[in-house]
């Protein structure tokens, strides 16, 4: 059983940044997703368990980065340059298998409760 605790959302303007976290209670594939209000689930970013892989949505490339501290079991989602139309509920999740579907969200066992995430103009 893999336990996912998100933190980090928050309210921010247009341009800001935030760091979101995921402690995770082992070492998995690890992908994130966001969920706008009236709108599908959608793929943000991903990363291997080894952190050698890592995959994003187009539409954050270059704006986001994904990454882990072993140490800590802990993933982050930094989120630069953020657009109003990144407004969304956040979630954390994993799979103890490695995924080649990774931006298929249904294909993760383990989810985080979701965070906040609001972004002005």
């Known amino acids: 059983q893999v336990q996912l605790v998100e933190s980090g959302g928050g309210l921010v303007q247009a341009g800001g940044s935030l760091r979101l976290s995921c402690a995770a209670s082992g070492r998995t594939f690890m992908g994130w997703f966001r969920q706008a209000p009236g709108k599908e689930r959608e793929f943000a970013a991903a990363m291997s368990s080894n952190g050698a892989n890592t995959y994003y949505a187009e539409s954050v490339k270059g704006r986001f980065t994904i990454s882990r501290d072993y140490a800590k079991t802990t993933v982050y989602l930094q989120m630069n340059s953020l657009k109003p139309e990144d407004t969304a509920v956040y979630y954390c999740?994993?799979?103890?298998?490695?995924?080649?579907?990774?931006?298929?969200?249904?294909?993760?066992?383990?989810w985080g409760q979701g965070t906040q995430v609001t972004v002005s103009s």
């Open positions: 999740a994993a799979n103890p298998a490695f995924l080649t579907r990774y931006s298929d969200w249904t294909r993760y066992k383990y």
